[in-house]
């Protein structure tokens, strides 16, 4: 039987272990809540480092690449030029390929026969006499539908869409230039016809006139300045 000193002793060793159980219990809690592991704290840190947007690009969304310097300049000469209308355009390659399709046909019938040639061969409409006559071969050596056919070959080429958008000096000088030798040729073409031989020939006559209208066209954007001159700003209205 324990004797009082005993009891004492043992109430107060009960308390002791009491108390240290609470303080031990203290230092594993964070305001009455356990404390989370260590090694639950490692996975969130990397899973928070490799979080999409945070340092590394998301997967499936390529970056567009930066516009070159190059591009930069062609769209901004493009704003800032008089574009070239779609009709004048249009216009000009059908006229072109009208041209092409005849001096093919008078190509044709001067290296085989005139017969094929669906023109009057009497009056002063005569096709035939026209086309065989000696002025029909410029310096004894050149066919003049030869020489009408290289012409159209050619301003089919600088009279399509892409010629006329280009931004080179070059297409625009031989397209102005070409079409000034060309009607300077058909008028020389036409005096001999009707001054020379006394005689017309239809089918030349068509391509005596698409090249006239060709060659207004032609000389029309080069007056307005497509391609070359800044167009107006829109947002500079004058001031009534």
Same mark, same amino acid.
């Not at 493009?78 to 355009?89: K, N, S, Y």
């Not at 000034?180 to 006139?209: A, K, P, Q, R, S």
């Given at each position: 039987?324990?004797?009082?000193?005993?009891?004492?002793?043992?109430?107060?060793?009960?308390?002791?272990?009491?108390?240290?159980?609470?303080?031990?219990?203290?230092?594993?809690?964070?305001? @009455?809540?356990p404390d989370?592991?260590?090694?639950?704290?490692?996975?969130?840190?990397?899973?928070?480092?490799?979080?999409?947007?945070? @340092?590394?690009?998301?997967?499936?969304?390529?970056?567009?690449?930066?516009?070159?310097?190059?591009?930069t300049e062609?769209?901004?000469?493009?704003?800032?030029?008089?574009?070239?209308?779609?009709?004048?355009?249009?216009?000009?390659?059908?006229?072109?390929?009208?041209?092409?399709?005849?001096?093919?046909?008078?190509?044709?019938?001067?290296?085989?026969?005139?017969?094929?040639?669906?023109?009057?061969?009497? %009056?002063?409409?005569?096709?035939?006499?026209?086309?065989?006559?000696p002025?029909?071969?410029?310096? @004894?050596?050149f066919p003049?539908?030869?020489?009408?056919?290289?012409?159209y070959?050619?301003?089919?080429a600088?009279?399509?869409?892409?010629?006329?958008?280009?931004?080179?000096?070059?297409?625009?000088?031989?397209?102005? %230039?070409?079409?000034?030798? %060309?009607i @300077?040729?058909?008028?020389?073409?036409?005096?001999?016809?009707?001054?020379?031989?006394?005689?017309?020939?239809?089918?030349?006559?068509?391509?005596?006139i698409?090249?006239?209208?060709?060659?207004?066209?032609?000389?029309?954007?080069?007056?307005?300045?497509?391609?070359?001159?800044?167009?107006?700003?829109?947002?500079?209205?004058?001031?009534?």
């Amino acid at each position: 039987m324990a004797t009082p000193k005993q009891a004492r002793g043992q109430g107060s060793a009960a308390r002791g272990a009491t108390s240290g159980g609470g303080t031990a219990k203290k230092s594993n809690t964070r305001g @009455g809540r356990p404390d989370a592991p260590p090694s639950a704290a490692a996975p969130r840190a990397q899973r928070d480092k490799t979080r999409p947007g945070q @340092g590394r690009p998301r997967p499936g969304r390529p970056r567009a690449p930066a516009p070159s310097a190059r591009d930069t300049e062609a769209t901004a000469a493009d704003a800032g030029t008089l574009r070239v209308p779609r009709w004048l355009q249009i216009t000009t390659l059908v006229l072109s390929l009208g041209g092409l399709a005849d001096s093919i046909y008078l190509t044709i019938a001067h290296y085989t026969s005139t017969s094929i040639l669906a023109c009057s061969d009497k %009056g002063t409409i005569n096709c035939a006499l026209v086309t065989t006559s000696p002025e029909s071969i410029v310096f @004894g050596i050149f066919p003049v539908a030869v020489l009408g056919l290289a012409f159209y070959v050619f301003m089919v080429a600088v009279n399509t869409p892409w010629a006329w958008q280009a931004r080179l000096p070059a297409i625009r000088w031989a397209r102005l %230039g070409s079409v000034i030798v %060309g009607i @300077g040729f058909v008028l020389y073409l036409v005096y001999t016809e009707v001054i020379t031989l006394d005689h017309i020939c239809l089918f030349c006559t068509y391509v005596h006139i698409i090249t006239l209208l060709l060659f207004g066209l032609i000389v029309f954007a080069a007056t307005a300045g497509y391609g070359v001159k800044p167009a107006a700003d829109p947002r500079l209205k004058p001031r009534r």
